[in-house]
């Protein structure tokens, strides 16, 4: 197996990497030899089986450094680039962010229970849409920044469909997009790409959270033309592509990948 970026010093900014599409993407990206920063958040009862994925990335002989801090704590921010920087030495550099932050609210909006309210939707934009913005300018402002690096975040079909109990996050993806296009702009002058992958359903820990999930997932396993769902492997594998050098001209897109399940 060719691994690109092995003894390049470049590393992986995982925010969210300790289960999901960040997971998978840190371990397809440490297989071809970046190093792997996981900023990820997790109780001490999941961190047994957290740290055998972790392991799992050491074995691909890479350095890897994770912090189990709150990745939209700025004092905690601040502290863990910090410590990054004295990680990755002054020859290293950040190839890539990968965000992968899934902290939405799914609250309905109608219900005799519990409704979705104001500080919903401004807690889900910051957590899923503001918070790329605000890693991209502390990597930059630090001169952390590959002179080819990318940035590389995960939306959903819910972009632009009204799902039920969505609407916080559906408001919090349309904003990381229109974030990423600006990133894609106004920070292209120093050699960073900005990039949304779309992904198809996908049966994660937070598809499951989603109010009749299960619909979802029948549903898509009916209209997707190869019948299946989209795998955590199949989106890991397209942002591997995307670090390439070969994809440095992708800059400003959102990329389905879902098997063709956007155009039925």
């Known amino acids: 197996m060719v691994r690109e970026f ?15 599409l960040g997971l998978a993407t840190a371990k397809k990206l440490a297989q071809h030899g970046m190093n792997i920063c996981v900023v990820h958040r997790n109780s001490k009862s999941q961190l047994k ?8 990335i050491k074995s691909k002989n890479i350095a890897f450094v994770n912090f189990n801090k709150d990745a939209l704590n700025k004092e905690k921010q601040s502290k863990i680039i910090e410590d990054l920087k004295g990680k990755i030495g002054k020859k290293g550099t950040i190839k890539v962010i990968i965000h992968s932050i899934a902290k939405g609210n799914l609250k309905p909006m109608i219900s005799k229970e519990t409704t979705l309210q104001r500080e919903d939707f401004l807690g889900t934009i910051n957590a899923m849409a503001i ?12 001169g952390l920044f590959n002179k080819d690096a990318r940035i590389l975040s995960f939306t959903s079909e819910g972009n632009q469909k009204a799902w039920n109990g969505y609407g916080a996050v559906s408001a919090a993806k349309a904003a ?16 960073i790409k900005a990039n949304c992958i779309q992904a198809g ?18 549903h898509t396993q009916k209209r997707n033309p190869f019948k299946r769902l989209t795998t955590t492997e199949d989106v890991a594998n397209v942002a591997y592509l995307l670090c390439k050098d070969e994809a440095k001209w992708i800059n400003g897109s959102i990329l389905p990948v879902d098997g063709g399940e956007h155009i039925c």
């Open 131 to 142: 918070s790329l913005y605000d890693w991209t300018l502390a990597i930059f402002k630090m």
């Open 201 to 218: 359903v996908t049966d994660t820990e937070s598809l499951r959270m989603i109010p009749r999930s299960e619909q979802i997932k029948r």
């Open 49 to 56: 089986e957290i740290e055998t994925h972790f392991d799992e």
């Open 176 to 191: 990381l997009e229109a974030i990423t296009r600006n990133i894609a702009l106004e920070f292209a002058p120093y050699g």
């Open 6 to 20: 092995e003894h390049k010093n470049e590393w992986a900014l995982i925010l969210g990497g300790s289960s999901g």
